[in-house]
C-alpha cells in the first residue's frame, strides 16, 4: 500500500515503517478494552485530606518547594473553535438577516445564542469588539439592539474582527479587571508567580503550541511578561514547544486503506494529547505541575487553587523524599527486614501499589527487588474532584492481563460499554479528573525518566472524523494522562470544584466564577 514517495515522507516526519505497520494493525484489529475492577473512591483510592494535614502539606510545600527546579506544563494547542460552535451554527443558518429579533432566537438556555447576546457586555473581549466597532462607525449596542447579529459574529470570529476563531485559547481574554482585561495565557503566569516560584524566584512555564500561534502567542508574552515580573517580585521564564511530526498517526478510509492528499501524499492527523508524553519527556525539572489552558479563574476565587496546588505538591515532595531515600539506601548498603516491611507498608498505603500477595513470603533480597522496581518509576499526584456530572475520565481500580490492580484515569473511549457490569462500574464513580497533577519524571539520581517506557500502547483508541467530505478513522494515542502514564506511580487526592472551571464554550465565561 506504500509508494516510494510515501517512504520519504516518512523519513521527514522522523516516522518509522514499522511505526506504520502497527498503527495499520490496530486500525484492523482494533484495541483492547480496559477491564475496571472497581471506581476509586475517597479512603480506597483516593486521599481526602483534615484541615490539620492539608495545613501540614501546605507548610512543607512552602518550606521545601525553593529546593527544586518548578515548571509549569500547560498544553494549549489547538484554535478555540470549538468554544463558538452555537454562534458558528447560528450564522450559517441565518445567514446575514438584519433585523433580527431576539425574542425568535426560540432557545434561551445558558448555551445559547440568546444568552451570549444578552449578556455580551458581561465578556471580557467587550471593550475590544466596542473599539472594532467604533472604528467601521457602528455601535455595538446599537448593532444588537437592532438584531445585526451576523455584524457581531462576523467582528468576533473573523478576520475583519478579533479573529477568535482561528487563535488558540490562551490569547483569548477570559477575565475583565480594573486594569485591563487577562488572556487565559496571562491566568497562568499569575498562578505560576503564586505557587510554583523555584530556589532561583523563578516561575517558568512551558507552553505546548501550534506553530500557527507561534508569532502572536510570544508577542503576547513579550506584551506582558514585565507587568507580572513588577507586580510579584519575580522573574517570568516561558517556554514553547509543539507537537512532533513524528507522533502524527496515518488515517484511513472505512476498509483500512491509508488516505491521501490531493497531492497523492498520504494522509495524517495529529495524534490528540498523548502525543505531547513527548514534549514533557524533555522538560527539565524537577517538579512539574499539569494543568489545562481553559481551567483558570479570576484573582477573586483564586486562592482555593493555590492553597491545593502546595498541597498536592506536597504530599509529592514528601512520598518522593522517603522514596528515594529507600532507593539510595538500597544500593549503598543492606537494608534490614524491618525497613523493607516499613516502605512496603508505605508503599501500599501512601502510594496504593499493589505488592504481590505472597509478598511476605519473598526472602529479603526479593523483597528489596521488587520494592525497587515498583518505587522506581515516575511519579504523579492527581487531583480529582467530586462527580456532579461533568463529562470526562474518572479515577479508578483497573485489572491488567496478569491480574494485577492499579490506579489509573479512564476516559469513557476505553470500556466497553456493551458489557453491563464495566459500564456500571464506569458510571458508579464518585469523583472525575480535571486535569490538575503535579508530577516528578526524576529517578533518585536526577536522571529523567524515558517517559516512552511508561506507556500502555494498548489504550489508544479510533475515532471516525471527516477531511474533504470523505469519512475516514483516525488513531488517537494513549491519552497524556490517561494510558500514556499508566505505568507511573499514581496517587489520588481530593480537591474542591472550585479548583475546576474549565472554558468549553463561550458562554462558560459568563458562570459567576469566571465574572470577577
Known sequence: MLLPNDLDKLKTKGIGLSVIERQLGNFKNGFPSICLSMAATTGDGIIAFHPSEKKSLTNYFELNCGKHRIMKFVPASGAATRMF?????????????????????????????????????KFAFFD?????MKKEGKDLMTLRQNGEFHIIIDRLLYGKGLNYSVLPKALLKFHHYPDGSRVA?????????????????????HFTLSPEHLE???EKVVDVHEKYER????????????????????????????????????????????ALIENLNEINADIIFIKNIDNVVPDNIKEPTFEYKKIIGGY??????????????????????????????????????????????????????????????????????????EPGGGPFWVKDLQGSLSLQIVESSQINHNDEKQKKIFDSSTHFNPV????????????????????DESTGFI???????????????????NGAMADWITVFIEVPVITFNPVKIINDLLRKEHQS
Not at 490538575?436 to 506507556?455: A, E, R
Not at 467530505?469 to 494513549?478: V, Y
Request: aromatic share 10%; hydrophobic share 35%.
Open 463 to 481: 475515532s471516525l472524523k471527516s477531511s474533504g467530505g470523505r469519512h475516514l478513522k483516525a488513531l488517537e494515542l494513549p491519552g497524556l494522562w
Open 316 to 389: 509529592l515532595l514528601k512520598v518522593r523524599e522517603q522514596i528515594f531515600n529507600f532507593l539510595r539506601n538500597s544500593e549503598q548498603r543492606r537494608i534490614t527486614e524491618e525497613e523493607t516491611d516499613e516502605m512496603a507498608v508505605f508503599s501500599r498505603e501512601k502510594l496504593f501499589i499493589c505488592l504481590p500477595l505472597e509478598f511476605k513470603l519473598f526472602p529479603l533480597e526479593k523483597k528489596v527487588k521488587v520494592l525497587q522496581q515498583k518505587l522506581n518509576r515516575p511519579i504523579r499526584v492527581c487531583g480529582m474532584v467530586k462527580n456532579e456530572g
Open 85 to 121: 460552535k452555537p454562534l458558528f451554527e447560528f450564522d450559517q443558518q441565518y445567514g446575514n438577516r438584519s433585523n433580527f429579533n431576539l425574542e425568535d432566537i426560540k432557545d434561551h438556555g445558558f448555551k445559547s445564542v440568546y444568552f451570549f447576546m444578552t449578556h455580551l457586555e
Open 185 to 205: 495565557m496571562e491566568e497562568h503566569l499569575v498562578e505560576a508567580a503564586n505557587y510554583a516560584r523555584d530556589r532561583n524566584n523563578t516561575a517558568k512555564l
Open 231 to 274: 507586580k510579584f517580585n519575580i522573574r517570568i521564564d516561558v517556554s514553547h514547544s509543539v507537537q512532533k511530526p513524528s507522533t502524527d498517526t496515518i488515517a484511513v478510509d472505512m476498509n483500512n486503506i491509508p488516505l491521501r492528499d490531493k497531492d497523492g501524499t498520504l494522509l495524517f492527523r495529529p495524534a490528540g494529547h498523548g
Open 128 to 132: 475590544d469588539l466596542d473599539k472594532i
Open 436 to 455: 490538575d497533577i503535579v508530577c516528578s519524571i526524576n529517578d533518585y539520581h536526577g536522571n529523567t525518566f524515558d517517559l516512552s517506557d511508561y506507556v
Open 216 to 218: 502572536k502567542f510570544n
